[in-house]
């Protein structure tokens, strides 16, 4: 059974950083890429990240860029997302995800881990 | 970056109905567009895949279709646990952005 457990959310303040985990189980993960989607609760999803399987190909999304960087270790089946620079918009449900395939859909999700941007 | 709309944003409909939900991109996406289902408090669910694809173990009712810049989502006989938020998503090119979501309510 395919497993993703999220962990790292919390509360933060502006200007802040915090590094999100995620634990992979039941797969072969360097097989997979990897992404990040956050939701506000109640509102809708945004991407935030994603990763191939070799860690060699990286895209972010425009509100992410430059300040959030992902990253994976696929010997301990591990995704990261270190988030600097965090703003109050920046506080969301943050899920882990893996993509099924070379289409770039997301076929499995974590249960999310929420981070919180407040002074 | 490449615009999702969806629509109608909520519906209300009564078990046994036909409902459909559309989804429109800013630009040609191919046919790489995905449509999640998600539950309250739950993680989103993945339903169809390029464009027409069901997931493994998604019930028949499901069904999709489309290419380039218009999509449908159909649910040929809505069934009370069908009652959830639907999200498109293209991912034909990075960010993959998503739908606005469509939220199906009991009638």
């Known amino acids: 059974e395919v497993q993703l457990v999220e962990s790292g959310g919390g509360v933060v303040r502006p200007g802040g950083s915090l590094r999100l985990s995620c634990a992979a189980s039941g797969f072969t993960f360097d097989d997979y890429g990897m992404s990040w989607v956050r939701q506000v609760p109640g509102k809708g999803l945004e991407w935030v990240s994603a990763i191939n399987g070799n860690g060699r190909t990286i895209g972010y999304g425009d509100s992410v860029k430059g300040r959030f960087t992902i990253s994976r270790d696929n010997a301990k089946n591990s995704l990261f997302l270190q988030m600097n620079g965090l703003r109050a918009e920046d506080t969301a449900l943050y899920y882990c995800a893996r993509d099924g395939g070379y289409s770039g859909y997301i076929d499995a999700w974590g249960q999310g881990t929420l981070v919180t941007v407040s002074s | ?107």
């Open chain 2, 1 to 107: 970056d490449i615009q999702m709309t969806q629509s109608p944003s909520s519906l209300s409909a009564s078990v046994g109905d036909r409902v459909t939900i559309t989804c429109r991109a800013s630009q040609s996406i191919d046919r790489y567009l995905n449509w999640y289902q998600q539950k309250p408090g739950k993680a989103p669910k993945l339903l169809i895949y390029v464009s027409s694809n069901l997931q493994s173990g998604v019930p028949s009712r499901f069904s999709g279709s489309g290419s380039g810049t218009d999509f449908t989502l159909t649910i040929s006989s809505l069934q009370p646990e069908d009652f959830a938020t639907y999200f498109c998503q293209q991912s034909y090119s990075p960010p993959r952005t998503f739908g606005g979501g469509t939220k199906v309510e009991i009638k």
